[in-house]
């Protein structure tokens, strides 16, 4: 069965320094890695308010073990970080001393064909993290959208070079018929593109349409301020980014907040897994983990 492991827990760990008694927010439940930390770490009687946007890792996470020892100490909620001020005001949560978000996907999402995240096993081009939302599948988007805007989204939110040539070649394909399923996407864009480097022609076309398809930059340039404003004083925000876009919004944001005095960055430059850790976990290669605090 598939897991997903933590990344840069013990950083995220060290870094919230999280005491007994305290409320804390996991803004991205996952597999409930962080959510279990945080439990043990504000034990006995301290509570976590755990969110995901995928009602399917709410429920997993429900029925483990230590999700149904934790009682009362452990809220689970479905639903976006990006209304993380309004969760926190309808159940009632105390200011909390710390909020964490992972982005992305977990491991499980990934594995699961039926999501469309992956490109290595053939699947609905879905990608929408929460699949009970009712925005546009990948499949829909990549229907609606003018070869000049399908362009536009692989270039920036794919950073992908051979964008114009993948764009015309979805364009050109849908013609005859629609591109509903993973691999057709995948055989389109190794056709279409010429084949260098280590990584699948289709990973940057894949995060492009998973970016897209979830709003996640637009979520995330919403959220961090609501962090900001929910998070008690002299309480910490953490978030794991997992490419360049996502880590610019986040230095960004945080710079800003500290030219304005409502706190400071605890990490100037962002902290990276260790050797190690990458080697155990590939998945961690590309994380950045920057903490911000605000004025007590
Ligand atoms: C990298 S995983 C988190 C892993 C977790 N830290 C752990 O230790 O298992 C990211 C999770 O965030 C969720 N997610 C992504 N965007 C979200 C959003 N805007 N609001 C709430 N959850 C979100 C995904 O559904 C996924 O389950």
Known sequence: MATHVPVLLREVMEMLDVQAGDSIIDATLGGGGYTNALLTAV??????????????AIERVRSFDWAIEAGARLQL?????????????????????????????SSLQLADSRRGFSFQDDGPLDMRLDPTSEHP?????????????????IRTLGEERHAPRIARAIVSKRQSAPI????????????????????????????ALRI???????????????????????????IVSFHSLEDRIVKR????????????????????????????????????????????
């Open 43 to 56: 034990a006995p009687h301290g509570r976590v308010l755990a969110l995901d946007c995928d009602p399917g």
């Open 77 to 105: 909620e479905h639903g976006s970080f990006g209304d993380v001020q309004h969760i926190v005001e309808a159940q009632n949560f105390p200011s909390p001393a710390a909020i964490v978000a992972d982005l992305g996907w």
């Open 137 to 153: 599948t990948a499949a829909q988007l990549l229907k609606m959208q003018s070869e000049q805007e399908l362009e536009t989204m």
């Open 180 to 207: 509903v399923t993973t691999k057709a996407l995948a055989d389109l864009i190794t056709e279409a593109t010429p084949r260098r480097g280590k990584i699948h022609p289709a990973t940057r076309t894949f995060q």
């Open 212 to 238: 897209a398809v979830n709003d996640e930059l637009g979520v995330l340039q919403q959220a961090i301020p609501e962090m900001l404003s929910v998070v008690r004083s002299g309480g910490r925000i953490a």
């Open 253 to 296: 944001i945080f710079r800003s907040a500290e030219e304005r005095g409502i706190g400071t960055r605890v990490t100037k430059r962002p902290l990276r897994p260790s050797g190690e850790e990458i080697t155990n976990n590939p998945r961690s290669r590309s994380a950045r983990l920057r903490v911000f605090e605000t004025t007590s």
